[in-house]
C-alpha cells in the first residue's frame, strides 16, 4: 500500500499571504490528522476530520482551518500567514476511530517557509 | 495539557538499556509512543490503552499507570537504529489528542 502523501513538501510564502496544503491518506483510512511541528513548541495537534466532518479541534486560532472530502484526501489552509507559522506541517491517518485509540501513519511533512 | 517527557535528551552506549517517561496532568485514556528521526516523519511504535490493552511492535516494550498518568517506555539492548527523538502521544477522555516535549536518544558504538 502506499503510504500518506503531502503535497508541496516545500513551500515559500511572505506574510499576510495565504496557503493550502495537501495530504492524501492510506487508501481504506478515513480519519485524517493535522499536526504543526516547530523546534519550541514540538508536536501540536491541529484537527482532524473524519467522514468529511471536523471531529476534534486543537488551540489553533481560526486563521487555520481545514476540509476533508469524499474521497478522504484533506486540505489545510492557513489565512494571513505570520512569521511564527513557519513549521513542519505533518498529516497523519489512521483507520477511523482516530488519534485516540487508532496507530497513525504520518506523511512526510510539508516544510512552510513565512519571509 | 502537553504532557512532560523525561529525560530531555539520553546518549547511551551500544548495549545499554534506557527508560522515557511521560506524565500527564490529566486523567488518561491512551498513550502513544513515536519516535522521529532526523528530517523524517514520526513512526507508531505502540499504543497502550485504559484497561490494559496494548498494540505495538514485539521488540518494545512500555507501561501506563492508569492511576498516576503515567507511561513509560523501555528500550533494551540498545541499537544504533534506535536513535531518534521519541514522543509519547496521550488522549484523554475529552478525545484530545496531545504530544509530548520529546526525549532525544541517541546511541554510540
Known amino acids: 500500500k502506499a503510504g500518506v502523501t503531502q503535497t508541496p513538501r516545500y513551500l515559500i510564502k511572505t506574510r499576510g499571504q495565504q496557503v493550502t496544503l495537501s495530504c492524501s491518506p492510506i487508501?481504506?483510512?478515513?480519519?485524517v490528522s493535522w499536526y504543526q511541528q516547530t523546534p519550541g513548541q514540538g508536536l501540536q495537534f491541529l484537527f482532524e476530520?473524519?467522514?468529511?466532518?471536523?471531529?476534534n479541534k486543537g488551540n489553533f486560532p481560526g486563521r487555520f482551518s481545514g476540509r476533508q472530502f469524499s474521497n478522504s484526501r484533506s486540505e489545510m489552509n492557513v489565512s494571513t500567514l505570520e512569521l511564527g507559522d513557519s513549521a513542519l506541517y505533518l498529516c497523519?491517518?489512521?483507520?477511523?476511530?482516530?488519534?485516540?485509540?487508532?496507530?497513525?501513519?504520518f506523511g512526510p511533512g510539508t516544510r512552510l517557509t513565512v519571509l | 495539557q502537553q504532557p512532560v517527557q523525561s529525560p530531555q535528551a539520553v546518549i547511551l552506549r551500544e548495549g545499554e538499556d534506557a527508560v522515557i517517561n511521560c506524565s500527564s496532568s490529566?486523567?488518561?485514556?491512551?498513550v502513544h509512543w513515536y519516535r522521529q528521526k532526523h528530517g523524517e516523519a514520526p513512526v507508531f511504535l505502540m499504543i497502550l490503552l485504559k484497561g490494559g490493552e496494548q498494540k505495538g511492535h514485539e521488540k518494545i516494550s512500555a507501561s501506563f499507570n492508569e492511576k498516576k498518568q503515567q507511561s513509560s517506555l523501555y528500550l533494551t539492548a540498545s541499537q544504533l537504529s534506535y536513535s531518534g527523538t521519541y514522543f509519547c502521544?496521550?488522549?484523554?477522555?475529552?478525545?484530545?489528542?496531545?504530544f509530548g516535549t520529546g526525549t532525544s536518544l541517541t546511541v554510540i558504538p
Open positions: 490529566k486523567a488518561l485514556y491512551s
Open positions: 487508501s481504506g483510512h478515513r480519519s
Open positions: 502521544g496521550t488522549a484523554n477522555t475529552g478525545n484530545q489528542f496531545y
Open positions: 497523519a491517518s489512521s483507520l477511523g476511530a482516530g488519534p485516540v485509540t487508532d496507530t497513525q501513519y
Open positions: 476530520y473524519f467522514s468529511e466532518t471536523q471531529r
